[in-house]
T-cell receptor, first 111, second 115 residues
């Protein structure tokens, strides 16, 4: 059975801090790893990672995949209160669009 | 452009009642997914469709759950009879195609409470 585990479960930081979120996966026929941000409602797409060692960046967010370690990290630098959310990662199998999600990391950024 | 549309947004019902959740995918999208999110189990895939055909329903918890997609612009998820443990947020998502490079776009969810 495919499995995705995220850590930590939650964390509290202050504005300006940097956070690092972890995601490890055991996905048969793994193809890609995706990160989503979930605020009050629906998850919104952040990144899709397919190649090991290549960093993807979007503003203050960046992410990288390590296929050898079966893991990924999501970094948020210079955090703002608007970064407060649950961050979800998901593994995707080859030849399909089925995602297995981790339990998420809840991030709270205090002013 | 309208995103994925779900209705109702909130539903409160009593145990034993039938519940029907509705979803309209983004126009032109050929794949549709139903997820359930709870504190205990996180976000779980229940079933997904490609071109209106169910591809994988291995996540459907039991026979009380059924899903249909009669056309490209509408899908339902039905629970009959409902039980308190079905209380969760149910998300519908759609993607342009069924391939491994497609991004899934989520609807706002239906928050279901079964008393």
């Amino acid at each position: 059975e495919d499995k995705v585990v995220q850590s930590p479960l939650s964390l509290v930081v202050h504005e300006g801090d940097t956070v690092t979120l972890n995601c490890s996966y055991e996905v048969t026929n793994f193809r890609s790893l995706l990160w989503y941000k979930q605020e009050k409602k629906a998850p919104t797409f952040l990144f899709m990672l397919t190649s090991s060692g290549i960093e993807k960046k979007s503003g203050r967010l960046s992410s990288i995949l390590d296929k050898k370690e079966l893991s990924s990290i999501l970094n948020i630098t210079a955090t703002q209160t608007g970064d407060s959310a649950i961050y979800l990662c998901a593994g995707r199998v080859a030849a399909g669009n089925k995602l297995t999600f981790g339990g998420g990391t809840r991030v709270l950024v205090k002013p | 452009d309208a995103g994925v549309i779900q209705s109702p947004r909130h539903e409160v019902t009593e145990m034993g009642q039938e519940v029907t959740l509705r979803c309209k995918p983004i126009s032109g999208h050929n794949s549709l997914f139903w997820y359930r999110q709870t504190m205990m189990r996180g976000l779980e895939l229940l079933i997904y469709f490609n071109n209106n055909v169910p591809i994988d329903d291995s996540g459907m918890p039991e026979d009380r759950f059924s899903a249909k997609m009669p056309n490209a612009s509408f899908s339902t998820l039905k629970i009959q009879p409902s039980e308190p443990r079905d209380s969760a947020v149910y998300f519908c998502a759609s993607s342009l195609g069924g391939g491994e490079w497609e991004t899934q776009y989520f609807g706002p969810g239906t928050r279901l409470l079964v008393l």
